[in-house]
């Protein structure tokens, strides 16, 4: 496919937007012609920005974002990679002190109309990233898709490698500015038969950009190159009149809209992240348009070094040997060059010996990447922004691409400070930080977080800055409009513990008053055991960070007092979901009042609860996992004999009672992964009442009873379920009473110590302490009260 450029008229560069060989060609082509001008599709109210990107402290990835001044949640992303051809025309024209413009619609109208400027939004985050249609696969048409079709390709990454990608330097070309006329060449022979591609909006956006063109005409003459999607070339060449073009753009809605430069990342430069303009492989695309010389044996270096971090072996052998199959699977493939797929099925057969899990690791870090780029201190930033960079840079937190797992010592002031910071953002809906269950302690001076800073977060904290001009304004000012504003008890409750984690001092009475005011007219004994652990959690919390919260535990005391009370007459007369429901509700105030105890202004608080739980577990009334379950808390804190456990669950697994009421039972009490397993392998009795039990369930109920059961039994571990089977068969151990007053098996742990069992251990943990033959007696006298508890 060839075609001459024109000798006059603007050098139209079309490019596909995030492509190393449309980057190397522009650079080339713009070398070659010297212009005057470089025009570059983009929104205008970015030419002020475009000096930052000659900046020292400017590295790609970056995006220009754009958001409404009255709606920052309103935003669009125009993103910019090292390998991008808009970001090396820019570059080109700063360093050769050449006037460089912006040309498309302008984000004041762009963010005004529906949907994000290339009609596609990214619902997963709300922010919208623009990207021109031709850019690749943009439903409903994609032009790369047909010009691969036509070439006989059945997919157009591999198309596009070999014609673009892997052709010829470009120094030996006669001239650089050839492939961009065959590709125009081509463009319009798709636009004379798709129209606009199934892109309505393209007409408007490209008159705008011939409006401005003229423009540039007139001040700097044909002297012109324009860098634009590959799609947009022949409208731009067309011969159209300003009154058409002009009546195309007239009548636009329009917002007033800020722009800035954003760190990016190459993992939401990825088609996968939902980018319209997205590309397979961005890791794979900067390591070719970054490497000087031998791509792939550079590629598989550092796919070695990768896999040799991960503890894997990788030799030099193994790189020789891999870049020799991607070779020969290219030539086997008819293809120039080996790609990337040559590439990655040479990894997998030699690196990763055939399998994919190493493969997907390579994939995720470099295929891919997690490249964040940074912008100048200089660009501009709405004042919160501001003050979170200073936070993060005073804190040492450094926002990074690769989700990580931070731990924090509430102790230490650093880390104190650190948690205030997350918990703050967390307020203001920046999710920069989401909290965590940690690998050492579980104190509650200790806080794990996983940090992962996402380029949209920019917009969050964008959002945010209605609220305030730092951090800790803006948290205070948003804590307290939600406590004004919230409706439910359990709301205020939690937000009362969100503010003490963030230590919001000014917004505490503010939550109080809220807290107190709805306690009060609440009359609902579940919104009530809802609200009480959040508030449990916040009493303990300010304990460690020596917070006052004696009105906060006014307000608990009441709120447990008004629980136990209310609790008993709403646990009757419930179906299955709504036991289910309150069975929840159930434990959360049980470790509320754990945590209470001593540190409210109410004595007897636990032995109050206590008596709640005996009147639930004796009730008939009382739906069964409920009276399980309270039979269970009472078993667990040592209000409640084990004689007296299994005399409940006798009555409650008798045959009078339904086998479904009885299941529920079962449910309650030993379900669960919070150790009935092991409650019933520790206590044969129970178990023996359990067994008993299900033996006696007739055939036609069995089958009601049985996802119960399996829901039951399916929390513990493999371990405990093995157990279990064996102990039920092996039955009642010899020598033990064959029934219970209850008429089931008896315990098979034995009436009393076994001390030649106990004494047999003693040889093998003398041996494994290393002990000699001459202190074997010491030894013996040393085990001799772990042998009487074994």
Known sequence: MTGAVPAAGPLLLGVRHHGPGSARAVRAALEAALPKAVLIEGPPEGDALLPLAADEQMRPPVALLAHAVDDPGRAAFWPLAEFSPEWVAIRWALGHDVPVRFIDLPAAHSLAMTDSPDGSEDNDRGAREAAPADAVAAPPFDPIGALAEAAGYDDPERWWEDVVEHRAPNGELADPRAPFAALSEAMTALREVYGDGGHPRDAVREAYMRIQLRSARKEFGDDIAVVCGAWHVPALGARTTVTADRALVKGLPKVKAELTWVPWTHRRLARHSGYGAGIDSPGWYGHLFAAPDRPVERWMTKVAGLLRDEDRFVSSAHVIEA????????????????????????????????SDVPLALVRDRLIVGETLGEVPDTAPAVPLQRDLTRLQRTLRLKPEAQERELELDLRKDTDASRSRLLHRLRLLAVGWGEPATG?????????????????????????????????????????????????????????????????????????????????????????????????????????????????????????????????????????????????????????????????????????????????????????????????????????????????????????????????????????????????????????????????????????????????????????????????????????APAATAAGTAAPSFGPGLDEARADAVVPVLRLLLGLDAEGAEGADNAMEPLGATG
Do not use: N
Request: aromatic share 4%; glycine share 10%; charged share 25%.
């Open 323 to 354: 870049v020799r199959l991607a070779g020969t699977l290219a030539a086997m493939r008819g293809r120039p060059l080996a790609g990337l797929d040559e590439t990655t099925d040479a990894i997998r057969a030699v690196m990763c010996e055939g």
């Open 439 to 735: 690998r050492g302690s579980t104190g509650t001076f200790r806080e794990t977080w996983r940090l992962h800073w996402e380029p949209e977060l920019h917009v969050r904290v964008a959002e945010a800055g209605v609220w305030g001009t730092t951090v800790l304004s803006a948290a205070t000012a948003k804590a307290e409009s939600e406590a004004v504003s919230a409706t439910a008890l359990a709301e205020v409750t939690t937000l009362a513990e969100r503010c003490l984690l963030a230590e919001l001092p000014e917004a505490l009475p503010v939550v109080m008053r809220a807290l107190a005011d709805r306690a009060a007219l609440d009359a609902d004994v579940g919104h009530l055991a809802d609200a009480l652990p959040a508030l449990a959690r916040t009493l303990r919390y300010g304990d460690v960070r020596s917070t006052d919260t004696a009105a906060l535990g006014e307000v608990a005391a009441g709120l447990a007092e008004r629980v136990c009370v209310g609790l008993p007459p709403a646990c009757t007369g419930l179906d299955a979901d709504g036991a289910a429901e309150l069975r929840r509700k159930v434990d959360g105030v049980h470790t509320a009042i754990g945590l209470l105890a001593g540190t409210v202004p109410a004595d007897g608080l636990r032995e109050r609860w206590a008596v709640v739980l005996h009147k639930l577990a004796a009730r008939d009334t009382v739906a069964g996992v409920i009276r399980g379950r309270s039979t269970r808390l009472l078993l667990d804190d040592g209000q409640l004999e084990e004689d007296d456990a299994a005399r409940l669950m006798g009555l409650a697994l008798s045959p009078g009672t339904p086998p479904a009421d009885a299941a529920a039972w079962i449910e309650g009490f030993v379900g669960g992964a919070d150790g009935g397993g092991m409650l019933l392998v520790h206590d044969e009795r129970l178990l023996g009442l359990v067994d008993a039990w299900l033996a006696g369930v007739p055939a036609d109920t069995f089958t009601d009873v049985l996802p119960l059961l399996r829901r039951t039994f399916s929390a513990y571990e493999a371990g405990v379920r093995r157990t279990l089977g064996e102990l039920v068969r092996r039955g009642p151990a010899a020598g």
